[in-house]
């Protein structure tokens, strides 16, 4: 990795307040070693990216999906922060039989083995969020897990093949996630009560 990518990780970064106190002591060129000897250790390192945010990220890939479409009035936004990470945030209602909202990208095929793990660098706001794919657009069903968030920056690390097929929300007669590819993935929110939300995203890996 070149001393360029790395300062340009490091303008994207927020340390843990603990750690950023001492190592801002530091001089320029060992803040630059001293965080590749960081990266050398992160999961996010050697993974395949899924998508990489970037404050002049193209979103198309990405589409928002309400709880409208069964009469609800929930809605959901992605939208760019200056800081050049996604930004999944809005309101979720219980009215009208309503009660989620997520944003679906649609990916190329994208081979993946029984021991893929995606990984997710995210910061939430304390809520729980889902994390969803499938192997084929056209698949009624998908493949669901969900995961916590504590308000800071977390990489969390989710196995596809714990991941439990669903439709609507149930449970669907098939073995959990045993694929060789997955074309589409989708962050959902449905803790089935209102609420507002907001959940930054820096980077979705496999590795």
């Known amino acids: 990795m070149s001393s360029q990518n790395i300062h340009c990780l490091l303008t ?8 950023s106190g001492y190592f801002f002591q530091y001089s320029a060129p060992m803040r630059t070693l001293l965080f590749a000897l960081l990266l050398i ?3 996010m390192l050697h993974a395949q990216s899924l998508f990489d945010f970037q404050a002049d990220s193209d979103l198309n890939p990405w589409r928002i999906i309400n709880d409208g479409v069964m009469g609800g009035l929930s809605q959901g936004a992605l939208t760019l922060t200056e800081d050049g990470h996604g930004k999944f945030h809005g309101t979720v209602s219980l ?3 309503g009660g989620f909202t997520s944003v679906r990208c649609a990916l190329p095929q994208t081979t993946v083995t029984p021991n893929t793990v995606a990984l997710l660098r995210v910061k939430g706001d304390g809520k729980s969020y889902q994390f969803r794919v499938k192997h084929q657009t056209s698949d009624y069903y998908t493949y669901v897990t969900t995961f916590a ?6 990489t969390i690390e989710l ?4 991941m439990i097929p669903q439709w609507r929300g149930r449970r669907v007669d098939l073995p959990a996630f045993d694929r060789t590819s997955i074309t589409e993935m989708t962050l959902l929110i449905a803790n089935k ?3 507002d939300f907001e959940l930054l995203i820096d980077q979705i890996s496999l590795k």
């Open 12 to 19: 994207k970064v927020e340390p843990a307040a603990p750690f």
């Open 41 to 43: 250790s992160s999961p």
């Open 95 to 97: 009215e009208n039989y």
């Open 149 to 154: 968030t504590t308000g800071d920056w977390q």
């Open 159 to 162: 196995p596809l093949a714990a």
């Open 193 to 195: 009560k209102n609420e």
